[in-house]
């Protein structure tokens, strides 16, 4: 990046960072979120716990600067630097959870590195790095050289530095790091391991940006879906294949490995056991900096994993073509909703009616009122001498369900859908309007079934009036599919 003034301009105006450090209220910030979210490597917090923490924070300086100092609640503070004219704090909800969750972003933390690094250091050491330098530019050297010769020739020198010194240790010459190449080489651990977890925000940010982008694609897409994937997947594969993608997979597999884990583990422990190390008097994670990474590591993975699950809810979505109308609302819905995002209305956007109590006074309830009695009269009953057919009461209509379900299953045996149409056509209707709407009961109880409400159908059947004559009838309704 050039650093001409347009640029700086440009960063001073719209970055994060900047605006942090260009803030009336930096220190509370800085010093808060440093306390909160990267001393403790936390995640995510919670909107209750980290404006309780943050309440916690404004009483103390209350109590040392005055009421005025910050007058606005905490939680006020936290919807303000996670505006999008600040940038500071990322707001959002859990699937599944009606509660706001904040993070850090990448911006805020690396504005946080930069404000600890303006503390002057009692130690300043210059050897590790040094040595660090030689030994990548050798990494690079050696990497890169495609000569076999060479290659051996060099391992050759490798094997034969590492006889010698093997020689020197039984012979008595053991040579030990003093205290101060130990306290060079701890204090360029410590802060290549701090740098290690911002960049693993960085990382998840990059992925959670992809993932957005896929959101908004979806949302306003109206092609194919093919077109749509390619698109999609076309980004997905680039930041996979990236330099950062790929440096950020060979780090993965390298901590997933149980063996250096382990041994990460066990270096750790002999590290900070030595006196040299003892004194500089490292923060106590540091024993547990490894599971740290993975913890952060995890977060990145979940925001490539919720990518994976946006395309398979996409790919999975059947109402796409049965159910379009419906489809064509909710998109239109979310059109408006993202064309609203950048600038939201001043106004009231929804009202809701304020909840309250119904309050009914003991004295306003009613009196008991007895019932009436009724009067029965008494009539003697007499035996009727009128002759009627009791066939009338066994000439009900029942449709055999049962019937009915086998026909579906049997149809579907070929096909993976069938309508209500071609059954009737396969199977006519020997119960009229009675056995229509059995199959209507079946397709919402015992089976899968979709109505395509702009398909109508007619479905005829022949119904048997009182001259016995058979008569033509036809009902028209939207077509119903059953499916398997």
């Not at 250096?260 to 002999?270: C, G, K, V, W």
């Not at 066939?391 to 070929?414: M, N, P």
């Amino acid at each position: 990046m050039t650093l001409d003034f347009a640029a700086l301009d440009a960063l001073r105006t719209h970055h994060p960072a900047w605006r942090l450090l260009r803030s009336d209220h930096a220190p509370l910030v800085a010093s808060f979120l440093h306390r909160v979210f990267v001393a403790p490597n936390v995640r995510v917090m919670a909107a209750a716990d980290l404006a309780e923490a943050l309440e916690d924070e404004l009483y103390a300086l209350r109590l040392r600067l005055g009421d005025a100092a910050f007058p606005k609640p905490a939680l006020d503070y936290l919807n303000d630097w996670a505006a999008p004219d600040k940038g500071w704090l990322r707001k959002f909800y859990k699937p599944g959870t009606d509660e706001a969750q904040f993070d850090l972003t990448p911006a805020t933390e690396k504005a946080i590195a930069w404000l600890a690094q303006l503390s002057e250091r009692q130690f300043v050491g210059t050897e590790s790095r040094l040595l660090t330098l030689f030994d990548l530019l050798k990494q690079m050297s050696e990497g890169s050289e495609a000569d076999p010769a060479r290659r051996i020739a060099e391992l050759h020198k490798k094997r034969d530095d590492i006889d010698a010194e093997i020689a020197r240790v039984f012979a008595g010459d053991v040579p030990l790091l003093d205290d101060t190449a130990l306290k060079d080489r701890f204090q360029q651990f410590m802060l290549g391991a701090r740098e290690l977890l911002a960049d693993f925000r960085e990382v998840e940010h990059n992925f959670r940006r992809l993932d957005r982008r896929v959101r908004e694609r979806i949302a306003l897409w109206e092609g194919s879906k093919g077109a749509l994937l390619e698109e999609i997947l076309g980004d997905r594969d680039a930041i996979a294949d990236s330099d950062q993608g790929k440096s950020f997979r060979a780090f993965w597999d390298f901590l997933l490995s149980s063996r250096r884990q382990e041994e990460l583990t066990e270096l750790l422990d002999r590290v900070l056991a030595l006196p040299a190390v003892a004194s500089l008097q490292p923060d106590a994670r540091t024993s547990r900096v490894h599971y740290d990474w993975l913890e952060a590591g995890e977060h990145t993975q979940r925001t490539v994993a919720a990518l994976s699950q946006q395309l398979r809810r996409f790919l999975d979505d059947q109402a796409w073509l049965e159910n379009r109308r419906i489809m064509d609302i909710l998109h239109g819905i979310e059109s408006k909703a993202l064309a609203l995002r950048e600038a939201p209305p001043t106004g009231p956007v929804m009202e809701m009616a304020e909840s309250g109590a119904d309050i009914e006074l003991a004295m306003e309830r009613p009196l008991f009122t007895p019932a009436m009695k009724p009067v029965i009269a008494s009539l003697a009953l007499l035996a009727g001498d009128e002759d009627i057919d009791p066939q009338a009461l066994f000439d009900q209509v029942v449709v055999d369900k049962a019937r009915l379900t086998r026909h579906i299953r049997h149809a579907l045996q070929d096909k993976a859908q069938i309508t209500l149409l071609e059954l009737v056509a396969a199977q006519p209707l020997q119960q009229g309007l009675a056995e229509l709407v059995a199959y209507l009961q079946l397709g919402s109880d015992a089976f899968s079934a979709v109505v395509d409400e702009n398909t109508p159908e007619v479905i005829h059947w022949l119904a048997r009036v009182a001259s016995g004559e058979p008569v033509s009838r036809c009902a028209r309704l939207p077509r119903v599919i059953f499916m398997r």
